[in-house]
T-cell receptor, first 112, second 112 residues
Framework: GDSVTQMEGPVTLSEEAFLTINCTYTATGYPSLFWYVQYPGEGLQLLLK?????DKGSNKGFEATYRKETTSFHLEKGSVQVSDSAVYFCALRNSGNTPLVFGKGTRLSVIA | DTAVSQTPKYLVTQMGNDKSIKCEQNLGHDTMYWYKQDSKKFLKIMFSYNNKELIINETVPNRFSPKSPDKAHLNLHINSLELGDSAVYFC???????????FGSGTRLTVV
């Protein structure tokens, strides 16, 4: 079945450092890909998405490019802030009524 | 206006009790979901309803019973609660498979 693998955390960075969280997927067909963020004590919020190959999703300084040749959707940000500390989930969804499939999440801590 | 709302936000109860969690969405979405998030933040699909019809029923104990009185509501009833049911339960809704989900803020269930 479909699956998502993302890098194990936790990831600890200093403020203004560059962030990369790796995500690769296994799926049939052409899924849509997503990054969700979960701040402490809150629900999941959609951060960005891409619905076809070579699409770049971006939001709040984060971006990720749908790479079909490497089945990847890595999350990047050029300069992280303390307020970016959260758990980040990579996810995919195939067509029809298939559910969103999540990676295991990567906890990011940004220190001042 | 809250898009997907769950009640209660916190639920502490004793083993063996029966409890319900309610979920409502005002987005006009056709499909609603229940996910369970364990202590390691792993998210697993439990159920999915499309226009009041059950379309996904993962390997969840039959003590868990979803009910969808209309397409805006999806409630979760749990019988004979066990310690292992302690988790955060998220409700979500979606309209189109390409656009991901909108999540509620979660219900933290603690069984003592």
């Amino acid at each position: 079945g479909d699956s998502v693998t993302q890098m194990e955390g936790p990831v600890t960075l200093s403020e203004e450092a560059f962030l990369t969280i790796n995500c690769t997927y296994t799926a049939t067909g052409y899924p849509s890909l997503f990054w969700y963020v979960q701040y402490p004590g809150e629900g999941l919020q959609l951060l960005l998405k891409a619905t076809k190959a070579d699409d770049k999703g971006s939001n709040k300084g984060f971006e990720a490019t749908y790479r079909k040749e490497t089945t990847s959707f890595h999350l990047e940000k050029g300069s992280v802030q303390v307020s970016d500390s959260a758990v980040y989930f990579c996810a995919l969804r195939n067509s029809g009524n298939t559910p969103l499939v999540f990676g295991k999440g990567t906890r990011l801590s940004v220190i001042a | 206006d809250t898009a997907v709302s769950q009640t209660p936000k916190y639920l502490v109860t004793q083993m063996g009790n029966d409890k319900s969690i309610k979920c409502e969405q005002n987005l006009g979405h056709d499909t609603m979901y229940w996910y369970k998030q364990d202590s390691k933040k792993f998210l697993k699909i439990m159920f999915s309803y499309n226009n009041k019809e059950l379309i996904i029923n993962e390997t969840v104990p039959n003590r868990f019973s979803p009910k969808s009185p209309d397409k805006a509501h999806l409630n979760l009833h749990i019988n004979s609660l066990e310690l292992g049911d302690s988790a955060v339960y998220f409700c979500a809704s979606s309209q189109d498979w390409r656009w991901g989900y909108t999540f509620g803020s979660g219900t933290r269930l603690t069984v003592v």
